[in-house]
């Protein structure tokens, strides 16, 4: 094992002590596991005073633009025009025709929270205006926040090259995109004048902003999970509280508000619609859609005596394969899609075990769903299901892809083996790969999902 030189060394011991920074003012949360790339942002924004000087100058004196210089080096600004589709789709289909009937007068607010360069704002603008708010007579605009100023900028310039457009359908391209260079494409003005772009931090106390009642619809995804406790809490009352009666709250796919008491003081209850979950808070003309419960977290296990070394090993090298998964897991869905794959890839030997094997494909297919790449995740959570065919969650994704695409027998088929499988599906998995849903929220999104494709 190559050993750290001294200047690295150094680099490394510095960084509790950037990771104290990062949560006082930021309110992010960064664990040993991101030590490499801690301690090259670090690097790159110390300056010619070097990492310790610039940690106690900040200590002492932190100044604005060189917390923005830190925002805009830790903040993954990976995200794409249209990223899981199923969500507008929920919220275009499915909750807007009752919205935009109580909007009409007091018009709809939505907020954009964690924008980063700004594709989820205008895709949620784009929604909005399919939904036909505007010849309705609604007025109606996105407001959108994050603490990277960078990324706010790029996101005010409204500039696009195909990667940012991959997950767009082509109709839908050229029907809300125009193109203002080769390969260079950019919204609407009829959207681009919706979406307002302002600095803000989700975790940080700001009472004239977070005003009660203030947003109809907030989307905040893949942005909880890197936020320190405390910052997190504040951000988990900020978004509850400003959902107005009859809102409707979209987080990440791996993410969840189960077990916060916020949450459930503010009467919002878990739904599901086009293959995917969110929050309403409900309202007198809200009527309640199976409320699931907020169990308590299930104890640990206790651990097993070791009876003698072989055993030891084997559940020694358990473990190693689980934490690396687990690390793969945390990667993909804090957006370091390449990072995680490296991760899986480690995983991936001739004496790996078929259900190991199964679980990493199946983490693959997440992060080529991440991408915007869903043929190559059907690809993946097709081979996950033939290495192990008791894994029920490749085929729920199955089944949700070919929905996505209309072919609706195939659809019916994988929902209903998923639908099957869940009852034996191991808890381990399930806490890893659901999503932070139990198992009767996933029953009953297979069982939704098959009766809406029979529609």
Avoid at 102 to 109: H, N, V
Avoid at 125 to 145: C, F, K, N, S
Avoid at 266 to 293: I, M
Avoid at 357 to 382: K, S
Wanted: charged share 25%.
């Amino acid at each position: 094992m190559t050993r750290p030189s001294p200047s690295d060394a150094a680099l490394i011991s510095l960084l509790p002590r950037l990771r104290t920074l990062l949560s006082a003012r930021l309110g992010l949360q960064f664990d040993d596991r991101q030590d490499d790339r801690l301690a090259a942002a670090l690097a790159r924004v110390a300056g010619p005073g070097g990492p310790a000087r610039f940690l106690d100058q900040m200590e002492q004196a932190p100044t604005r633009a060189r917390l923005d210089a830190l925002a805009a080096e830790l903040t993954v600004g990976e995200t794409f025009f249209f990223r899981h589709p199923e969500q507008f789709d929920a919220l275009r289909v499915d909750l807007l025709p009752s919205m935009v009937r109580r909007a009409t007068s007091t018009g709809l607010r939505a907020l954009s929270a964690g924008c980063a360069s700004g594709e989820e704002a205008y895709t949620l603008a784009i929604t909005l205006h399919r939904a036909g708010l505007t010849a309705q007579g609604v007025d109606w605009q996105v407001l959108a926040v994050d603490v990277n100023p960078a990324a706010l900028a790029r996101a005010a310039a409204a500039r696009y090259g195909e990667w940012s457009l991959r997950a767009t359908p082509p109709e839908l391209r050229e029907l809300w995109f125009r193109a203002v260079e080769p390969g260079v494409w950019t919204p609407l003005p009829a959207i681009r004048e919706r979406v307002r772009f302002e600095p803000r931090q989700l975790g940080q106390p700001d009472a004239a902003f977070w005003t009660p009642d203030r947003f109809d619809i907030i989307f905040c995804r893949n942005v909880l999970m890197y936020l320190a406790p405390t910052a997190l809490r504040q951000a988990i009352q900020h978004l509850v509280g400003a959902l107005a009666p009859g809102g409707v709250l979209f987080l990440g796919h791996a993410e969840t508000l189960r077990g916060q008491s916020e949450a459930q003081a503010a009467g919002l209850t878990l739904r599901q619609a086009h293959g995917c979950f969110f929050y309403r808070r409900e309202g007198a003309d809200v009527a309640p859609a199976w409320p699931f419960p907020w169990p308590a977290p299930a104890p640990e296990p206790a651990t097993a005596s070791l009876a003698h070394a072989p055993a030891f090993e084997a559940a020694s090298a358990h473990r190693a394969d689980q934490a690396l998964l687990d690390e793969a897991l945390l990667l993909v869905e804090a957006g370091q899609i390449e990072d995680g794959l490296r991760a899986c890839a480690r995983l991936i030997a001739p004496q790996t075990p078929a259900a190991l094997q199964a679980e990493v494909l199946f983490l693959q297919g997440l992060a080529m769903e991440e991408r915007g790449q869903l043929p190559a995740a059907e690809w993946h959570h097709q081979r996950a299901a033939a290495k192990d065919a008791a894994f029920a969650l490749p085929h729920l994704r199955l089944g949700l892809l070919a929905r996505r695409r209309g072919e609706i027998v195939a659809a019916r088929r994988e929902l209903r083996r998923a639908l099957a499988l869940l009852d034996d599906e191991s808890p381990e998995r399930l806490r890893r790969f659901g999503g932070g849903f139990e198992r009767d929220d996933l029953r009953r999104l297979c069982r939704d999902e098959i009766q809406e494709a029979r529609a």
